[in-house]
């Protein structure tokens, strides 16, 4: 287990977060592939902000949980945030916004 996993510990769902994957990759990179053996979890960013570390997941839309029936990241529009506080909701959304309107 690296270090933001070891972060990560503790989260829970702060919001949901509503954007296409394509808008997600330039601004927090690509996500992981989760360690999780629920297969609740298809992708997972794990981002440190100034506020504690925060969460980017999919969570039981995708293959992993549906099999073939369950959606491809690219097709996921609804996105679920967590972290250990409610400031790193407002901290992502912020950042996306942003970015989303420079034109990344």
């Not at 992981?32 to 570390?53: C, F, L, M, S, Y």
């Not at 039981?60 to 400031?87: C, F, R």
């Amino acid at each position: 287990m690296n270090e933001l996993d070891k972060k990560r510990t503790g989260t829970s769902f702060k919001g949901y977060l509503y954007a296409r994957y394509d808008q997600l990759l330039p601004t927090f990179g690509e996500p992981r592939q989760p360690i999780h053996a629920d297969n609740k979890i298809d992708v997972e960013w794990i981002i440190d902000t100034p506020h504690g570390v925060a969460t980017i997941y999919n969570y039981k839309d995708g293959k992993a949980y549906l099999g073939d029936s369950g959606l491809n990241p690219e097709e996921i529009y609804e996105w679920h945030v967590g972290g250990k506080t409610s400031e790193v909701y407002g901290w992502i959304k912020e950042r996306l916004q942003r970015n989303i309107i420079a034109g990344f």
